[in-house]
């Protein structure tokens, strides 16, 4: 089993920049994906970025050039730096973790970018 716990998630104007963290515990082996999805009241879950065991890293095109993934395969922690983030953003944001044959989802955490 894997568990995931993610922080970071807040109030923000726009044009600011908030990180995101998540940490995965639990049985974690060989090649496996890690990300960030979000979903917004009334709408479906979407991805946000993904990256891979060896660093290949995926965006959707929202966010591109705004958000940054990078992750940590040491500690199975990935985090999500959003810049310039925009009303539009606004979701909950939940962690993901995909190892070929189910996935896993953290908690979610609430991003807000209002003025």
């Known amino acids: 089993q894997v568990q995931l716990v993610e922080s970071g998630g807040g109030l923000v104007q726009p044009g600011g920049s908030l990180r995101l963290s998540c940490a995965a515990s639990g049985a974690i082996f060989g090649f496996y994906i890690m990300g960030w999805y979000r979903q917004a009241p009334g709408k479906q879950r979407d991805l946000v970025a993904t990256?891979?065991?060896?660093?290949?890293?995926n965006y959707a095109g929202s966010v591109k050039g705004r958000f940054t993934i990078s992750r940590d395969s040491a500690k199975n922690t990935v985090d999500l730096q959003m810049n310039s983030l925009k009303p539009e953003d606004t979701a909950v944001y939940y962690c993901?973790?995909?190892?070929?044959?189910?996935?896993?989802w953290g908690q979610g955490t609430q991003v807000t970018v209002s003025s």
């Open positions: 990256v891979t065991t060896n660093g290949y890293t």
């Open positions: 993901n973790l995909y190892d070929s044959s189910r996935d896993y």
